[in-house]
């Protein structure tokens, strides 16, 4: 994934906003690139040094910047692009206008001005770039591929006293009932969801989101997202055990439709405990029943 911050000459506003970016997104970086240019920009030339002192001031050494050109082959291989100001927007809305995005309402150049000023301007790109990283901007639902199965097996270590290890998790893949979906956040997996679909019932193995990506509505996309693939297959019922214990578990199933069917005793392990069998019928319970599904 490339991610473009792009302003007139490289040297105050995108230089600020790229390593602004990098700084907050950490945690993601080995997942996308974030590069700066300018639509008239020299390459070369320095990042204007109160742009330094600004950055200074959060921690950030653009010291070592030199401006860039953006050229079309970027744009071209660019995924986001993210203009400074209206005039870019403008500019480039016309040549990638599903890639560009405006920062904020638009960031006011800064250059020639004083210091307040830059310092100024390095917070309202700093405020800009947190609404883009709380929005759902970067997030995409994706099938579950082999090589996300190391993020997923962390997840799984860091969420349950028995995970799924990394073996099973490529064994379930591998299965032609499998269905296994994973939400991921600037590339990367931070939530996902197991399913095994046979003979009409759809089945949750495992579903988890990654700590650092709580309350941010990924359980939630995941359940929907299956439910609507039930719908789509004609599964007559969605199911999974739930610790009685995980009381925010099952209301979160409840929010989505699921039912409280009954227990099944010393279904889990460290710690011993109970778990209640959940299930949502995409036909009526009394026909399911009536025709001997259970």
Known sequence: MNILFVCTGNTCRSPMAEHIFRQKTKYFKDFFNVYS?????????PASQNAINAMKKM??????????RISAQIVKDSDYIFCLSAEQYNIMIGVEPEKTFLLGNGISDPYGMDQSVYDKCSQEISSAI???????LFFSTQLMEYEDIPYVAEIEKKCFSEPWSENALFSHLSKPYSRSFTVKYLNKPVGYICC???IDEMYIGTIAVDENMRRRHIADK?????????EYLGALILTLE??????????????????????RKDFYSKPKEDAYIMT???????????????
Not at 254 to 262: C, P, S
């Open 130 to 136: 947190d609404e883009i990283l709380n929005s759902d």
């Open 222 to 230: 995941l359940l929907a997202m299956m439910i609507d693939l039930c």
């Open 280 to 294: 949502k019928y995409f036909v009526g319970e009394e026909c399911l029943n009536e025709n001997n599904f259970y």
């Open 37 to 45: 240019f300018g639509m008239a920009a020299v390459d070369g030339t």
């Open 59 to 68: 921690g950030i050494d653009i010291s070592s910047h030199k401006s860039q």
């Open 242 to 263: 739930v610790r009685v214990s995980n009381i925010a578990a099952q209301n979160l199933y409840k929010k989505y439709g699921f039912k409280n069917l009954g227990v």
């Open 196 to 198: 095994d679909y046979i």
